[in-house]
């Protein structure tokens, strides 16, 4: 589920390809499916608040879609946005975070993401790509799996099936240049650094950062699979 109209879902099309999964997407105002009716949900990011439903309405409905689906067990991963509405369904403001995140920063994952389905592919120190200024705390019950520099909750488990992930792992070479287009060097720099800058902090990352999104989609779609194998 996408929201912006640059959104190419990064190295997620190809593992779903790899994995012989087929796919759905849903932009931001289609009608959702049944919770029931589907295997696993990916919500993307968006430059939106999750809280902005008088500017957009189909927020409200995606977050009962979300609150509903998760209450259910199905699989879901939220990344930036994503994970903001699933801290938003189990009951905790999304709030600006006082900084502007901005490109490849250290994540650093926490004691239980060692053992964790989706997260243990990360070490610390590896470099993830931000674009948000938005966050959240850690809900209640929820088993927090990795930090940042700036911002502190970075990634997160509920349950044994719902992720939220504040950073873009998903992103690949192209979608970054993509993004990077779509909003202009006026925009770019107002949040802090040059789309020179963004450049080649990608051509310094990207390869290892491509090869952990696969890992975790691949991971991701098993869980998926798994769950709707066992509800057959």
């Given at each position: 589920m996408g929201h912006d109209p640059s959104e190419t879902f990064g190295v997620a099309p190809s593992t779903l390809a790899d994995a012989g999964i087929e796919w759905i997407?849903?932009?931001?105002?289609?009608e959702l499916p049944d919770p029931a009716d589907v295997s696993g949900i990916v919500l993307y990011g968006g430059s939106m608040n999750v809280d902005m439903v008088e500017r957009?309405?189909?927020?409200?409905?995606?977050l009962a879609f979300v609150r509903s689906a998760t209450g259910a067990g199905v699989p879901y991963l939220g990344i930036c946005l994503g994970a903001q509405m699933l801290a938003r369904a189990l009951g905790h403001p999304v709030y600006p975070a006082g900084i502007r995140e901005f490109g490849?920063?250290?994540l650093y994952p926490t004691?239980?993401?060692?053992a964790d389905p989706l997260l243990s592919v990360f070490e610390e120190g590896d470099r993830v790509f931000h674009w948000h200024e938005d966050t959240f705390d850690l809900p209640e019950g929820a088993t927090l799996l990795a930090t940042g520099d700036h911002v502190e909750t970075q990634a997160f488990r509920y349950g044994d099936t719902s992720w939220g992930l504040q950073f873009h792992f998903e992103v690949d070479r192209a979608e970054v240049q993509l993004w990077l287009d779509a909003a202009g060097e006026e925009v770019v720099l107002a949040w802090g650094k040059s789309t020179q800058q963004i450049l080649e902090e990608t051509e310094d990352f990207i390869e290892d950062h491509e090869r952990r999104a696969r890992q975790v989609f691949a991971r991701f779609w098993e869980i998926a699979r798994a769950g709707s194998a066992e509800g057959a």
């Open positions: 997407e849903h932009g931001a105002g289609e957009h309405p189909f927020l409200a409905d995606e490849f920063n250290a004691a239980d993401a060692a």
